[in-house]
């Protein structure tokens, strides 16, 4: 006898990974999987529910999740025949650029409320009933930021960092109940969400920024930030087919790096782990060899600069 579909609560579906996510798992050849696929507005669901075709009321239903919102959690689990959820995909996110001066604290706590509480809010609501059954699979799309800082983008990487020591503790405990996470660490990823937040943010007003710190994020970052993702990014679909293979894996991996082009630039902290090689070449890379870092991008773009960097 076939197993009973597994259900999977994924949130953040409006667009980008989590569309993509819902999509690829609702079609999945063995249906092997009846997603639940959430966002914070229904207004935006129509996209969703057009990639899902014949999918949809089928093996992919579509709720309302605002991952800030206890009672929306609530709310949510308990439109879920049985209220048992399988495997959650922690995936909804905002970001956050810019000079930290120009920033507000209630614009970085939104961020960590988003990105960081509402992970923790869901997994709080789904864990009872893994522990129960013993047996579970938490995945959450972190990020490659979670493992490195990135300049300009302190609140948003701090939020990932956050997730990261959060979840990898969390994990130990899990194990005696045959629940595992995995941290899924996209680099880049090309999606309209990115493409638009760069956009508004490079001609947003950042009061109380010197004339300094404005030219070097307008001038250096965001010309670099653009090279980057048009370089290096990859498309949600990718990123999608990447998750898809570990909520299939019998022994999921505690985290899994989605993009093998971005290696190099991450290896760096892994070569010295005090952190000095990173912050050091990273600030001559952007602000005195930008040219040698574009031209180095391409080429990993290209597939012509491979090398394996080993950490001592």
Aim: glycine share 8%; hydrophobic share 45%.
């Amino acid at each position: 006898m076939a197993d009973a579909p597994r259900t999977v609560l994924i949130s953040g579906c409006s667009s980008g990974i989590g569309l993509e996510l819902a999509v690829q798992l609702a079609h999945d050849h063995r249906q092997r999987y009846q997603v639940v696929a959430t966002m914070r507005d229904l207004g935006k669901k129509g996209t969703l529910e057009e990639a899902a075709g014949d999918a949809l009321g089928q093996t992919l239903t579509v709720a309302q999740l605002d991952v800030c919102s206890d009672e929306s959690v609530a709310q949510c689990l308990s439109c879920i025949q049985g209220g048992e959820v399988d495997v959650l995909v922690n995936n909804a996110g905002v970001g956050l650029v810019g000079p930290l001066e120009g920033i507000s604290l209630a614009a970085m706590q939104n961020v960590f409320d988003t990105n960081f509480f509402g992970a923790v809010r869901l997994v709080r609501a789904v864990l009872p009933g893994m522990k129960r059954r013993r047996k579970g699979h938490i995945v959450v799309v972190s990020s490659v930021m979670g493992l490195q800082g990135v300049v300009f983008n302190e609140a948003y990487a701090a939020s990932k960092f956050a997730l990261e020591g959060f979840f990898e503790s969390l994990a130990v405990q899990l194990l005696q109940f045959n629940i595992f996470i995995t941290l899924v660490e996209p680099g880049p990823v090309v999606t309209e969400f990115e493409g638009k937040l760069l956009e508004q943010f490079s001609t947003a007003e950042f009061p109380d920024t010197d004339p300094d710190t404005l030219h070097y994020f307008r001038d250096f970052y965001l010309p670099t930030s653009r090279e980057l993702f048009h370089s290096i990014g990859q498309s949600p679909q990718d990123v999608a087919q990447v998750i898809v293979k570990v909520i299939g894996s019998t022994r999921p991996p505690l985290r899994r790096q989605t993009n093998a082009r971005y290696t190099p630039l991450a290896a760096l902290k892994a070569v010295d782990p005090s952190g000095s090689l990173y912050v050091r070449a990273t600030h001559c890379l952007l602000f005195r060899w930008t040219r040698l870092l574009n031209l180095g991008l391409r080429c990993l773009a290209c597939g012509c600069l491979r090398f394996r960097i080993w950490p001592r």
